[in-house]
């Protein structure tokens, strides 16, 4: 980090970019232009290059102003949550843990996969559901703890993040009452003529699935593609149709959906990750998510 940069230089650019002038920033900050201007140059003498052009009777970012402008968004966007962060702190007993869920991870295993976090008796946890890419970039910002996958995180020279594998789980399918009888009968072929839902390709066992068709030379009667997995268990205890998951969520499924397994899923696996910014670990409850691991 430049050791010369000056957040106040910094925070009145930002202002003036946001606000689409001086005047405007001037007004937003009671300032007066010329303060406001000074102040922004200060900035732009710093880093070496123009930030600002003329537009008309207004102002425009040079190249150099938008990337300023992107490093800015992201300093001042934690600055935002800096006092709510240590009221937080300063008020609460316990540990906080932020997790990112990717869309893509069986929401159905979110909770066995936090048991371990879970048995902190002051557990403070905050829970952020969201595309994969756009988890791994809030967890490089250090707005997240830890980010729960399906999947670990691509190679990228750009972001030193490390993947921490939870283990894995078989799949199985599962049939409300209505098409139990016939799923059963004639397995694997039986998914050619009852209806059949699957997850959505967000989900890294959906490829899995696709070729286990092909190794069965089965077309699948797919009437349903769901992005949750809970939603998807939903349909399928509704009637709408058999569908393929976890081996050990079969309990919650037979107790908590009325749905009854039928076959295993020979050969096709889901993946359970943890990914942080850190090969060593330093968050306690993270640490607790991969000690649980190496005892599944």
Known sequence: ????????????FWVTAKEGGMSHAAD????????VSAQVRLLEQSLGHALFKPAGRGLALTEAGQAALQVAEQI????????TAVREAGTHIGVRLVVG????????????????????????LLCHEDKFDDLLADL???????????????????LRLYSHALGSSALGWYAPQEWLAQASHNFPHSLAQVPVLLPTAHASVRLRLDQWFERQGVKPSLVG???DSALLATFGSSGM??????????????????????APCEGVQEHFYAIGTARKVQHPLVQKLLVQKLAD
């Open 1 to 12: 980090m430049n050791q010369e940069l000056n957040y106040k230089h910094l925070y009145y």
């Open 28 to 35: 937003r900050l009671g300032l007066a232009v010329q303060t």
């Open 101 to 124: 869920i990717s869309d893509g991870l069986p929401k159905l295993a979110v909770r066995d996969l936090l048991a371990p976090a879970m048995e902190e008796p002051h557990l403070r």
């Open 140 to 158: 490089a910002l250090h707005r997240l703890d830890v980010v729960l996958s399906d999947r670990p995180a691509p190679a990228n020279p750009n």
């Open 225 to 227: 593609e769901f992005e």
């Open 76 to 83: 001042f966007h934690l600055g935002e949550h800096l006092q």
């Open 241 to 262: 149709g058999v569908f393929p998951a976890s081996e050990r969520m079969r309990e919650k499924l037979s107790h908590g959906y009325g749905l009854s397994w039928f």
